[in-house]
């Protein structure tokens, strides 16, 4: 059998190839890809940012937040794993060797030896490790999540912002039932953020963003946040971000979650408006730029827990799909564009401009 991928052979290149699907080992499965998410990363990736850093090689297929059914399963893989033929999965990116001073340690998201779904390159084994493609092949310590059934896979491919949400702003952020929460920023990532809020219980959330991106605050007001603010369009007579911030929150936050890119300023606004003790989570890359003009007294004073985050842990996938089945919240509202495996340019295109919120690459049907 042959598969259809899209393969990047170097900075700003994608190409279609064919593949030679693998028999498949003990330990592994064979994964037919039905949607998947396309990142912010991807951008970077495409343009051969990841490559420059190191943490990806040509030629390559990318495509890191793949949703695929069962096809093919190896006793081993099948008994590790709790899934069988036919079950719908949502696959996490990163396998971890599970021995290194890192896996043991209890930071298998840092992991020496990880082999990563969408980043290694083709020339390695089957070459099928990246979700741009028809079909995956998952290798042993692959972490692979159910889908809850009724969950498009299309939809599924949020678990992906969605654990991330639920990591930075429940299990790294503390939120909890009652707390106060803002979320600056309202990208894919700061929406799912509030949504976690919402879903642990949060009392109050505020969320801020641009005004060209009204589209999304609205989309948070309709997940059931509170209240929004446009950092570029203050109500009348308002100073500044905190002022407003905190005026539509009715008080100081309990927990902040910094989603901005690029948006030093974002980090002070955090900590002037959390509380004493409270908790502010920084989950947006500065682009390399420097802290300067935050206010680091305040920190001190106000007993502040400052907090990076990166990457998802497996509860925060989990609570994404638990959420997702549930019905609870209309998030697939979050889930704005699909585009089909040879519009994956496209898909990645569109996502870094402002209109989309979650795009979602789908293999067309083979004939
Ligand atoms: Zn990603
Ligand atoms: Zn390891």
């Known amino acids: 059998m042959r598969a259809r991928a899209m393969v990047q052979p170097g900075p700003g290149v994608l190409e279609e190839r064919e593949f030679e699907v693998p028999v498949i080992g003990d330990g592994e499965a064979l994964l037919k890809i039905e949607a998947t998410g396309i990142c912010g990363s991807d951008k970077t990736q495409l343009d051969g940012g990841l490559a420059k850093s190191g943490w990806s090689a040509y030629p390559v297929i ?3 937040e793949p949703v695929g059914r069962v096809v093919e399963i190896g006793a081993e893989a099948r008994r590790l794993w709790g899934v069988g033929e036919g079950q719908l999965v949502a696959v996490e990116s990163v396998v971890p060797c599970q021995v290194c001073d890192r896996c043991t340690g209890g930071l298998v998201k840092f992991c020496r030896n990880r082999f990563s779904y969408g980043f ?116 009348d007579g308002c100073p500044d971000v905190v002022t407003a911030v905190r005026a539509a929150l009715g008080g100081d936050a309990d927990r902040v979650v910094d989603t901005t890119p690029h948006a030093v300023s974002a980090i002070g606004d955090a900590i002037a408006l959390v509380r004493p003790g409270g908790v502010v989570v920084v989950a947006g890359l500065k682009g390399g730029a420097d802290l300067s003009g935050v206010d680091a007294d305040a920190m001190v004073l106000k007993a502040i827990d400052l907090r990076g985050v990166v990457s998802v842990e497996p509860w925060g996938y989990r609570q994404a799909l638990r959420l997702l089945g549930s019905g609870r919240l209309p998030v697939e509202l979050l889930h704005s564009h699909t585009v089909p495996l040879a519009a994956v340019r496209e898909g990645i295109e569109l996502l870094s401009r402002s209109d989309a919120v979650h795009v979602s690459v789908v293999p067309e049907v083979a004939s």
């Open 62 to 64: 990318p495509g890191h």
């Open 120 to 235: 290694t390159p083709t020339t390695f084994g089957s070459g099928l490790w990246g979700g741009f493609a028809e079909y995956l092949v998952l290798r042993p310590n692959t972490r692979v999540h159910p889908v809850p059934d009724g969950v498009e896979a299309e939809v599924a491919t949020l678990f992906n912002p969605l654990g991330a949400g639920f990591d930075w702003t429940v299990r790294r952020g503390g939120t909890t039932a009652g707390d106060a929460v803002v979320v600056l920023g309202c990208g894919q990532r700061g929406l799912a953020c509030a949504v976690a809020a919402r879903a642990a219980g949060a009392d109050r959330v505020v969320v801020t963003g641009l005004a060209k991106d009204r589209h999304k605050l609205e989309i948070a007001s309709r997940l059931g946040v509170d209240a929004t603010v446009e950092v570029d369009n203050l109500p």
